[in-house]
């Protein structure tokens, strides 16, 4: 961490190693706010790092839930119906808002997705998410079969979404304003992964 620069402005400029050639074909995906062409601007160091990064070749869904953009940025081969996915995904995420009653702590979402021949997993961020998963858990092009394996891909999307408020926002006071230098302890960190309350 930059000590003694925690709140200043930060910026990030992206470019080839060598400055004779071009990215070509990749793109770069990220949620941080773009000032132009692979550069970009975070409030501060904190929030630099609450916003992955990745360059790559994508496939690219874009899609909007009450009027916010959404994007997907899919890495790996596959052979995904995106169209399928978009609109269960836009189902999903109605939901969610909807059972916030409309308070949404981002005005942009998007989630990194890896696709791998073998894999599954997700971490949160502030307005975005980094997935993994296998290709059997992709809808498949030109289908529209909800299989187990597509619906475990669903509830990976829709559980790290709902980071975005549970966790992300809502979180144990320590967590607002971390203190990078040390560990920041909390007991509270049973309950964000997901409890059943019964009444």
């Not at 925690?6 to 400055?19: F, G, R, T, V």
């Not at 890495?75 to 999903?92: E, F, M, P, S, Y």
Request: charged share 20%; with cysteine; glycine share 6%.
């Amino acid at each position: 961490m930059p000590l003694g620069f925690e709140s200043d402005l930060c910026e990030l400029n992206i470019k080839p190693a060598n400055q004779n050639q071009t990215l070509g074909n990749w793109s770069c995906a990220t949620g941080l706010t773009a000032l132009g062409d692979m550069n970009f601007t975070a409030r501060n160091y904190q929030d630099l790092i609450d916003h992955p990064v990745e360059i790559a070749y994508f496939t690219k869904l874009e899609f909007n839930v009450r009027g916010i953009s959404h994007k997907m940025a899919i890495t790996g081969r596959h052979n995904a119906n995106i169209k399928c996915l978009a609109k269960d995904l836009v189902i999903i995420y109605t939901h969610h808002i909807d059972f916030f009653n409309g308070i949404v702590p981002f005005d942009k979402y998007l989630f990194l997705t890896l696709v791998r021949t073998n894999a599954y997993g997700g971490l949160e961020y502030k307005n975005s998410s980094s997935l993994i998963c296998s290709r059997k858990e992709m809808p498949v092009l030109g289908e529209h079969n909800i299989t187990p394996e597509y619906t475990r891909f669903l509830a990976l999307c829709s559980h790290e979404y709902f980071h975005a408020w549970w966790i992300k926002t809502i979180k144990p006071d320590s967590f607002h304003q971390l203190d990078l230098n040390t560990e920041n302890y909390t007991q509270q960190l049973w309950i964000f992964e997901g409890f059943y309350l019964i009444l």
